[in-house]
């Protein structure tokens, strides 16, 4: 059994140690060994600060390949990268350009997306968008995107792109989902296997006037996509979401919302005009905030069905 988390644990590595992004992938489940060198780099190599995330880019219709290997090695080692446009960038091909050029080509566009595939998010009272919160200036609890997606439409990536701030909140919460995993492991492989059962969490059929518009959807927390790497589906929120009746998925599910509640791994950020983050669907949430009326709040999503392109890493994962 690996050693609960520490601050001596979390440490930052020693001068000269290496905590190279392309060594970030777990290996067997079963190889105990294997395992806890995985988890003493992935510890010693995490980001300390959203500022450690960052990275200025002159025009993201065409990064130069040193803005791009800068994003590629953030998104390999800590799953996310943040960038910042030299200039305010208001223009959604370019957005969708920057995307592409990390890997993100298949846009899943859902029933509430705009024409092009992304987001508008927005306040949106009165409008049948504005019945879903992060359409309106409420916070949003943890959660990784997607996750009332089937299985073959999981969300492995996301892009979130500020057009303009709020005036007051809007500030982000990300967790990489491995340090999640990390956490849930210590604790209790019992309880990480209760998180793997294709029957862990079921969101349940969204129905409309025309009847059911989405069926229900079964599914496990933790999954090993089949590039090997390693997925999370998950939301904190308590309403239309049922989880597995058994002792081993409600003690897990307890320990996942206090280990969101605190934590030292957790980053925060407010996006600012011009910045964004790209991402491999981490764990994030959203405080309220206060628009102002003459310039609203307003950041264009993207989901897609592709992780964002990253060196090999040395071993994929498996379910053992």
């Given at each position: 059994?690996?050693?609960?988390?520490?601050?001596?644990?979390?440490?930052?590595?020693?001068?000269?140690?290496?905590?190279?992004?392309?060594?970030?992938?777990?290996?067997?489940?079963?190889?105990?060994?294997?395992?806890?060198?995985?988890?003493?780099?992935?510890?010693?190599?995490?980001?300390?600060?959203?500022?450690?995330?960052?990275?200025?880019?002159?025009?993201?219709?065409?990064?130069?390949?040193?803005?791009?290997?800068?994003?590629?090695?953030?998104?390999?080692?800590?799953?996310?990268?943040?960038?910042?446009?030299?200039?305010?960038?208001?223009?959604?091909?370019?957005?969708?350009?920057?995307?592409?050029?990390?890997?993100?080509?298949?846009?899943?566009?859902?029933?509430?997306?705009?024409?092009?595939?992304?987001?508008?998010?927005?306040?949106?009272?009165?409008?049948?968008?504005?019945?879903?919160?992060?359409?309106?200036t409420r916070p949003i609890k943890w959660h990784t995107d997607g996750y009332y997606?089937?299985?073959?439409?999981?969300?492995?990536?996301?892009?979130?792109?500020?057009?303009?701030?709020?005036?007051?909140?809007?500030?982000?919460?990300?967790?990489?989902?491995?340090?999640?995993?990390?956490?849930?492991?210590?604790?209790?492989?019992?309880?990480?296997?209760?998180?793997?059962?294709?029957?862990?969490?079921?969101?349940?059929?969204?129905?409309?006037?025309?009847?059911?518009?989405?069926?229900?959807?079964?599914?496990?927390?933790?999954?090993?996509?089949?590039?090997?790497?390693?997925?999370?589906?998950?939301?904190?929120?308590?309403?239309?979401?049922?989880?597995?009746?058994?002792?081993?998925?409600?003690?897990?599910?307890?320990?996942?919302?206090?280990?969101?509640?605190?934590?030292?791994?957790?980053?925060?950020?407010?996006?600012?005009?011009?910045?964004?983050?790209?991402?491999?669907?981490?764990?994030?949430?959203?405080?309220?905030?206060?628009?102002?009326p003459a310039a609203p709040r307003l950041l264009w999503r993207a989901r897609y069905?592709?992780?964002v392109d990253a060196p090999a890493p040395e071993a994929a994962w498996r379910s053992?």
């Amino acid at each position: 059994m690996n050693p609960p988390l520490t601050a001596a644990a979390c440490a930052s590595p020693a001068p000269g140690q290496q905590t190279s992004p392309e060594r970030h992938a777990v290996p067997d489940l079963a190889d105990a060994q294997a395992y806890a060198a995985w988890r003493e780099r992935k510890l010693a190599g995490r980001a300390r600060s959203a500022a450690e995330l960052q990275v200025d880019i002159g025009d993201p219709r065409a990064l130069t390949p040193d803005e791009r290997q800068a994003l590629l090695q953030r998104c390999a080692r800590w799953n996310m990268a943040i960038y910042r446009c030299r200039d305010a960038v208001a223009d959604k091909p370019a957005v969708l350009a920057l995307a592409r050029q990390l890997g993100l080509r298949r846009l899943d566009g859902n029933w509430l997306a705009d024409d092009d595939g992304l987001s508008s998010i927005a306040v949106r009272d009165g409008e049948p968008r504005g019945e879903y919160i992060p359409y309106t200036t409420r916070p949003i609890k943890w959660h990784t995107d997607g996750y009332y997606h089937p299985d073959g439409r999981r969300i492995h990536g996301m892009l979130l792109h500020c057009v303009r701030a709020a005036a007051a909140g809007g500030v982000n919460a990300l967790l990489d989902h491995e340090l999640a995993y990390i956490a849930l492991r210590d604790a209790s492989p019992r309880w990480l296997g209760a998180l793997m059962a294709s029957d862990a969490m079921t969101i349940p059929a969204r129905t409309d006037e025309g009847g059911v518009a989405r069926a229900a959807q079964a599914g496990p927390v933790f999954s090993i996509g089949a590039g090997g790497a390693l997925h999370m589906r998950y939301t904190a929120r308590t309403r239309s979401i049922v989880w597995k009746d058994d002792a081993a998925t409600r003690e897990a599910v307890a320990f996942l919302e206090r280990f969101l509640a605190d934590n030292p791994f957790t980053l925060r950020l407010r996006l600012e005009p011009g910045m964004g983050l790209v991402a491999n669907n981490v764990l994030h949430d959203r405080s309220g905030f206060a628009d102002d009326p003459a310039a609203p709040r307003l950041l264009w999503r993207a989901r897609y069905l592709d992780r964002v392109d990253a060196p090999a890493p040395e071993a994929a994962w498996r379910s053992g």
